[in-house]
């Protein structure tokens, strides 16, 4: 069953931190500042980082004496109220082994975004997992989750008719020095030519669900997502951190995730990933962040810019998906068992100070 926060010393809900990546640190670090929160373990996969402190880990100054394992019944054994499930992989038998010992789950693990949309025998299992443990698991975090459900529904909240409601996800990645994912990955300063359809469609599946949620929200059911990709070139050559962008080689690109209902698009996520203004794409390019466009009987176009340089992303950028989901911890502790999603839970506010 869900444990009252009460059981908890000073009423806070006792919480463990699974994996400790660059989001996963910063959870743990929000999870030790969090007023309403207390650390009840750390799990970490990696060798190096057993037995060491938690505030190692997160770079919180204050030791908590509580060292990170990788053993599941450490983390079990005092049945903690929440695990903040955050691996690189999703482990479903993992995830089934925490609900049915009684602990709820929030996660950034995508999969759980849209029931419906999941395979059935997964979802079978996570839910008989959920009944027998008493427990609910959300999954939540940047995009998808805040930008692709949170925000559009609040938008379409003032709409009676709804044309189309498009978000639009800008990243420049001129100052990212990663030049195998840049280039060997996503093909930047290569020749243009058909987009990849095994990324389309982990895109589709990535961003999908999530539309299709914010559609069931808003009565639209979606017949089908479909998912396209195009690329620009570059009118000319020039530099970024990772390397030569040469001129006539793809500096740009953008996949398109539609969600269609009755024979229309109703929902529409871009996802706008180019090499700085350098590009010289003829593309329409935003600076990193987010703008969103809600076309209906209350109009609406919303820019949401990440306000600080590019060189210190790495900083501030792993914030948007971390808190979030520390956020979420007591919302789900207090739901009813089974899949959560924002639909089924209050809206998400922080708890400051």
Same mark, same amino acid.
């Given at each position: ?5 009460? &059981? ?10 699974? &994996?400790? !990546? ?13 007023? #309403?929160?207390?650390?009840? !373990? ?7 980082? @057993? ?5 190692? =880990? ?14 599941? !019944?450490?983390? %079990?054994?005092? +049945? ?54 008493? +427990? ?17 529904? *609040?938008?379409?909240?003032? @709409? ?50 999530? %539309? ?9 059911? =979606? ?13 000319? +050559? ?7 962008? !040469? ?17 229309? +698009? *109703? ?10 203004? @350098? ?20 109009? =609406? #176009? ?12 790495? #900083?501030? &950028? ?36």
């Amino acid at each position: 069953m869900h444990p009252s926060p009460l &059981s908890a010393p000073a009423g806070q809900l006792r919480v463990a931190q699974w &994996s400790t !990546g660059t989001i996963g640190a910063r959870a743990l670090r929000a999870i030790i500042d969090h007023p #309403e929160l207390a650390l009840a !373990g750390v799990y970490s996969h990696s060798p190096a980082k @057993q037995g060491r402190d938690a505030a190692e =880990l997160c770079g919180s100054p204050a030791p908590t004496d509580i060292r990170a394992t990788g053993d599941i !019944g450490e983390i %079990l054994r005092d +049945t903690p109220d929440c695990v903040l499930y955050m691996p690189q992989t999703c482990d479903i038998d993992d995830v089934c082994r925490i609900l049915a010992a009684g602990v709820n789950i929030v996660t950034t693990a995508g999969v759980f975004h849209h029931p419906g949309s999941m395979d059935p025998d997964i979802r079978a299992q996570v839910e008989a997992a959920c009944a027998a443990g008493g +427990t609910s698991i959300h999954s939540t975090g940047s995009s998808p989750g805040f930008i692709t459900e949170a925000v559009p529904l *609040v938008l379409a909240s003032i @709409q009676r008719h709804l044309d189309v409601l498009t978000i639009q996800e800008y990243a420049d990645l001129s100052q990212r020095n990663s030049p195998a994912i840049l280039f060997d990955v996503m093909g930047f300063g290569g020749a243009p030519g058909d987009f990849a359809q095994v990324r389309l469609n982990h895109l589709r599946n990535s961003f999908g669900p999530s %539309l299709r949620l914010l559609a069931d929200g808003l009565g639209l059911a =979606l017949d089908e997502v479909t998912a396209t990709g195009e690329v620009a070139t570059a009118a000319r +050559t020039f530099d970024i951190a990772a390397g030569t962008i !040469g001129r006539g080689t793809v500096a740009a690109q953008r996949i398109t995730i539609s969600g269609i209902h009755k024979g229309r +698009t *109703v929902l529409r996520f871009q996802a706008i990933w180019h090499c700085g203004a @350098q590009a010289e794409t003829g593309w329409e390019i935003r600076p990193t962040g987010w703008h969103l466009s809600v076309q209906g009987d209350a109009p =609406l #176009e919303i820019d949401m810019v990440f306000p600080f340089p590019l060189d210190r992303m790495a #900083e501030h &950028s792993p914030a948007y998906t971390a808190n979030r989901a520390v956020n979420a911890v007591r919302y789900v502790c207090a739901a009813t068992p089974g899949i959560r999603t924002v639909l089924d839970l209050p809206p998400i506010t922080a708890t400051l100070g």
